[in-house]
């Protein structure tokens, strides 16, 4: 007789039953060949998580320096074992079985996957006001520990999100009419002179008052090293 297993193997199982074998004999065979056959083999073990030094960029320029307090990006191999991102605030330190260290200290956790995570950089992380200091990247999984990577890191990196998520081109903003209103700022539908306009960006730096990490800004807060946007040749004021 022989059979074939659909179930996990794949394979033929072939046995011969005995001239003489009793009922009883046959059926304690079938069923010890069944079960060898349907035995499912173990899942190979996940790698360990692969991260380079030129991997963990900022999120928004995919450049570096790194700094403390903004969001940056890991891309490597192994980095979670399925998608996961923050439900709440604070964010948490652990997501789909992943975290990250940034000088020992683990970092909030944004979104995770196989090949990218998103964290916010701990503001204990150390920085050099006129050169750049570095800082020991690590990602753990459920499968073990990456090896550590220096990253360089500054008291600023400041960057803009831009429309299509490359780091380069057209800025995410948006128009603000005197009235509320908004509209996505482009080619075309430009600001006009005497226009409010809205960015986006991370890496300003830490703010005077320290808040807790994971947590937002609040209202009016006001950075360490203040941002400034130049137009034009022009220093234009910030407004928020």
Not at 20 to 31: E, N, Q, V, W
Not at 126 to 147: E, H, R
Not at 163 to 181: F, I, K, L, M, R
Request: hydrophobic share 40%; net charge negative; charged share 5%.
């Amino acid at each position: 007789m022989t059979c074939l297993d659909n179930l996990s193997i794949n394979r033929f199982v072939e046995f011969i039953v005995a001239p003489g074998t009793t009922r009883s004999a046959h059926h304690t065979a079938l069923a010890v060949t069944l079960l060898m056959a349907t035995m499912v083999t173990p899942a190979q073990p996940q790698a360990l998580p692969q991260v380079t030094s030129a991997g963990v960029v900022n999120a928004a320029s995919y450049a570096q320096p790194i700094s403390p307090g903004s969001i940056v990006s890991i891309f490597g191999t192994g980095l979670a074992n399925s998608i996961a991102t923050a439900s709440g605030i604070p964010l948490p330190t652990e997501l789909g079985g992943s975290s990250v260290t940034v000088n020992g200290t683990k970092a909030p956790l944004i979104f995770v996957s196989s090949n990218q995570i998103n964290f916010q950089v701990p503001s204990s992380v150390q920085f050099g006001y006129f050169d750049y200091t570095q800082a020991a990247i690590v990602v753990t999984t459920l499968a073990g520990a990456s090896t550590s990577v220096q990253v360089p890191v500054f008291q600023t990196g400041p960057s803009l999100f831009s429309t299509d998520g490359s780091g380069c081109g057209q800025a995410a903003a948006w128009n603000v009419g005197a009235h509320g209103a908004v509209s996505a700022n482009s080619r075309s539908n430009s600001a006009a002179p005497g226009d409010f306009v809205s960015l986006y960006g991370i890496g300003f730096g830490l703010p005077e008052i320290p808040v807790v990490d994971g947590t937002f800004l609040g209202h009016g807060d006001t950075f360490q090293s203040e941002p400034g946007i130049v137009l034009d040749d022009q220093l234009l004021p910030n407004l928020f």
